[in-house]
């Protein structure tokens, strides 16, 4: 039995594609977008208010940064896209797999602890099940990398027939086709990260302070009574967050659990849920780090959002923001230039 937040699952009503057209050309942001953020001294991390980024803003940012960043500037298209069916879809498929193999249970939370308490009693279970051999999906994983905190959910640990600890994350697609290689190289990225998380919290590499400081939790803070309902039912006697952390922690070092050993990324048809193909994916360290310290240079404010380059303006095509991109705009008129200056020669 896993348990979510309440909010999480209440059954909101499906926008459909025409609304976020006629909403996206209504919101304009007030002035020149780069001018603004010229004008704001503050570096990405402290204006977006991010404590902690989630792995998948690096996983979209490999896709086009300026897009994380328009997704950050205008959250109301944002969550409007969240609506739309061939997303939700996607996320559907999420849900029905994860109840294959586990209960959710909708519990109320009081404060982020309480939302951060969630998360980690859903770890703690996921932990017992993993050292039974069994199956878990959702498993959250967090921890700091290269000085910044990330978070994220693996969607699937199990172990193969050889044994080993395979990490398979799955992905949903309007076609019944593989996405392009640009896209594979975000999904290789994500699930790159989730292995480098995972193996340092079962090697015992998380720290509290680290956690209580990125985060901003308190550890004094005491729990809403369902959260200490729940903690019991399971089996963990908590009564502030700061128990639950010492808890975790000493889960995880005596935890005995194997590194992942493989890691997949399942491809399926989002119409029927048929399974398009699999792609295994290698672990890659040093690759994982300098893409990291690329993408972090950004969020820092060593440098500035970049677009895509005019190789990959296909993307543009199906991006929300196209309409109102600044990057785009430049790039087009640096093509018109160069054209005109090739005709004039
Ligand atoms: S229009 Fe193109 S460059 Fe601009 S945000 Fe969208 S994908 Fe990125």
């Not at 039995?1 to 594609?17: F, H, S, T």
């Not at 959710?104 to 939302?115: F, G, H, L």
């Not at 600890?165 to 190289?185: C, F, I, W």
Request: with cysteine.
């Amino acid at each position: 039995m896993m348990i979510a937040p309440l909010k999480d699952l209440l059954n909101l009503a499906v926008l459909d594609k025409k609304l976020l057209k006629i909403f996206k050309s209504e919101v304009r942001p007030e002035g020149s977008g780069s001018k603004r953020r010229k004008q704001d001294e503050r570096i990405p991390l402290e204006r977006f208010g991010r404590k902690y980024l989630n792995v998948t803003d690096l996983s979209r940012q490999a896709w086009c940064e300026q897009q994380v960043v328009y997704g950050l500037e205008l959250p109301h298209i944002e969550q409007l896209r969240e609506e739309v069916p061939v997303v939700k879809a996607g996320s559907c498929l999420h849900l029905a797999r994860e109840l294959e193999v586990q209960d959710i249970v909708p519990i109320k939370v009081e404060s982020r602890e309480d939302s951060w308490a969630v998360k980690i009693l859903n770890l703690l279970s996921m932990i017992q099940f993993l050292q039974a051999g069994e199956r878990v999906r959702e498993l959250p994983v967090f921890g700091e990398l290269e000085g910044i905190f990330l978070v994220g959910v693996v969607d699937e640990l199990c172990y193969n027939s050889k044994g080993e600890l395979e990490l398979r994350e799955l992905k949903t697609r309007g076609q019944r086709t593989y996405p392009s290689v640009a896209q594979r190289k975000s999904h290789q990225l994500q699930v790159n990260i989730y292995k480098l998380l995972f193996e340092a919290m079962i090697k015992g590499q998380l720290n509290k302070d680290t956690i209580t400081h990125h985060l901003c939790l308190r550890t004094e803070q005491p729990f809403s009574s369902e959260i200490l309902l729940h903690a019991q039912k399971v089996g963990f006697t908590i009564s502030t967050f700061g128990d639950l952390l010492d808890l975790m922690l000493l889960n995880l070092r005596y935890a005995e659990i194997p590194n992942i050993d493989a890691m997949k990324i399942e491809y399926c048809y989002q119409a029927d849920a048929s399974l398009i193909g699999t792609k295994e994916v290698n672990f890659e360290e040093e690759w994982v780090k300098s893409e990291l310290k690329h993408y972090y240079s950004f969020w820092r404010g060593q440098r500035e959002a970049k677009g895509v380059d005019i190789e990959e303006a296909w993307k543009c095509r199906s991006c929300d923001f196209a309409d109102i991109c600044e990057w785009r705009q430049s790039k087009a008129e640096e093509a018109t230039q160069k054209n005109q200056a090739n005709r004039s020669k």
